[in-house]
């Protein structure tokens, strides 16, 4: 079963790409949540808007936390690639069901809408669930535990 969870092309550059620009993207707003970094509010700020704002009982919030700074740790090492990008996948379709898809699919650029369409969501759920499928590619930890070489 982990061998299977882990199996990747130790070559496979195209795989390496999806899952380093997930995780590098994914990277900023984790650290925000988790570590109050890049100007966000910290762990327990974050549960407090989660729990107390949303009405999120906390050890989902706990788990949207971890999947975004952990998963995205994950996919910048390349280490349980599938896993992390299972947890950013799953967060993200919550966050489009939950707290984006009334705002419409664009962004929030110009200040107009009401809150942030789910665009960016859709672009991150799109890159997991391919990386999901690829494994970690090359340059992954994966690729190493799993024994394949690159050829």
Same mark, same amino acid.
């Given at each position: 079963? *982990?061998?299977? $969870?882990?199996?990747?092309?130790?070559?496979?550059?195209? =795989?390496?790409?999806? &899952? $380093? /620009?997930?995780?590098?993207?994914?990277?900023?707003?984790?650290?925000?949540?988790?570590?109050?970094?890049?100007?966000?509010?910290?762990?327990? !700020? /974050?549960?407090?808007?989660?729990?107390?704002?949303?009405?999120?009982?906390?050890?989902?919030?706990?788990? %949207?936390?971890?999947?975004?700074?952990?998963?995205?740790?994950? *996919?910048? /090492?390349? *280490?349980?690639? &599938?896993?992390? =990008?299972? !947890?950013? %996948?799953?967060?993200?379709?919550?966050?489009?069901?939950? +707290?984006?898809?009334?705002?419409?699919?664009?962004?929030?650029?110009?200040?107009?809408?009401?809150?942030?369409?789910?665009?960016?969501?859709? $672009? +991150?759920?799109? *890159?997991?669930?391919?990386?999901?499928?690829?494994?970690?590619?090359?340059?992954?930890?994966? =690729? &190493? $535990?799993?024994?394949? &070489?690159? %050829?």
């Amino acid at each position: 079963m *982990l061998n299977r $969870l882990l199996a990747t092309q130790a070559n496979d550059k195209v =795989a390496a790409l999806l &899952r $380093l /620009t997930l995780g590098l993207v994914m990277f900023p707003h984790g650290a925000q949540k988790a570590l109050g970094w890049f100007g966000g509010y910290g762990f327990s !700020g /974050t549960m407090n808007f989660f729990t107390q704002r949303m009405g999120i009982p906390a050890v989902f919030g706990v788990l %949207a936390i971890a999947a975004e700074f952990l998963g995205a740790l994950g *996919l910048i /090492t390349g *280490l349980l690639t &599938r896993i992390a =990008a299972f !947890g950013i %996948a799953l967060t993200m379709a919550v966050a489009i069901l939950t +707290a984006h898809l009334p705002n419409g699919f664009f962004m929030n650029w110009y200040g107009t809408q009401k809150g942030e369409g789910f665009e960016y969501h859709l $672009l +991150a759920l799109g *890159l997991a669930v391919a990386v999901i499928i690829r494994g970690g590619g090359a340059a992954s930890i994966d =690729a &190493r $535990l799993s024994g394949k &070489r690159k %050829a």
